[in-house]
């Protein structure tokens, strides 16, 4: 059964950084879309970034664009969430998806939190 | 960028009765390609409901989707206490950005 199990989350300062990864099972990574989407805490839900099966683009919120990077690697099952010049308003969980053939968020890891404060 | 707008904010039902949740999109949602998600307290979402009316594997037919353009509704025929939940919609046509709706909380 698929299953996706995020890491990486943490306490960080604003204008720190950190890293998510998504480590997935259960299916053939490489042949599907994966999202992140975040959720701040008792709010609702805010979709982040999207990378296509193959990594030939990349979409992003525009909250996050150009301090934000989606990237994969399909050796490794693995799907990452780099993240620069942290602001607080950045606190949320923040959930991996592997998508649906035309692009709805299919299944869902479990989430990882991310705390920005000083 | 297309916004969502779900109605009502919440909704007040008994078990047994039958809750219509609506999503109206600022702009036509291209190919019909709305999906609808279930969130219980402490968990992460479900998919419920994909390309407006088509039904996730392993829901139950008491959940169904419909409309197309810019206006969806989730109807859920007969609520089971598992159902009081918030649920989300969020448009996936064309290119991204594919934001949420802001959600309808359904409590008992």
């Known amino acids: 059964q698929v299953q996706l199990v995020e890491s990486g989350g943490g306490v960080v300062q604003p204008g720190g950084s950190l890293r998510l990864s998504c480590e997935a099972s259960?299916?053939?990574?490489?042949?599907?879309?994966m999202h992140w989407v975040r959720q701040a805490p008792g709010k609702g839900l805010e979709w982040v970034a999207f990378?296509?099966?193959?990594?030939?683009?990349?979409y992003y919120a525009d909250s996050v664009k150009g301090r934000f990077t989606i990237s994969r690697e399909d050796s490794k099952n693995t799907l990452y969430l780099q993240m620069n010049s942290l602001r607080p308003e950045d606190t949320a969980l923040y959930y991996c998806?592997?998508?649906?053939?035309?692009?709805?968020?299919?299944?869902w890891g479990q989430g990882t939190l991310v705390t920005v404060s000083s | 960028e297309i916004v969502l707008t779900q109605s009502p904010g919440t909704l007040s039902l008994s078990p047994g009765e039958r809750a219509t949740l609506s999503c109206r999109a600022s702009?036509?949602?291209?190919?019909?390609?709305l999906a609808w998600y279930q969130q219980k307290p402490g968990q992460a979402p479900r998919l419920l409901i994909y390309g407006a009316s088509s039904r996730a594997t392993g829901i139950p037919d008491r959940f169904s989707g419909s409309g197309s353009g810019t206006d969806f509704t989730l109807t859920i025929s007969r609520l089971e206490p598992e159902d009081f939940a918030v649920y989300y919609c969020q448009q996936y046509g064309g290119s991204p950005p594919w934001p949420f709706g802001q959600g309808t909380k359904v409590e008992i």
């Open positions: 259960g299916f053939t990574f490489s042949g599907y879309g």
């Open positions: 702009q036509s949602v291209r190919s019909n390609y």
């Open positions: 990378i296509p099966y193959d990594g030939s683009n990349k």
């Open positions: 998806a592997k998508a649906l053939p035309g692009g709805a968020c299919g299944y």
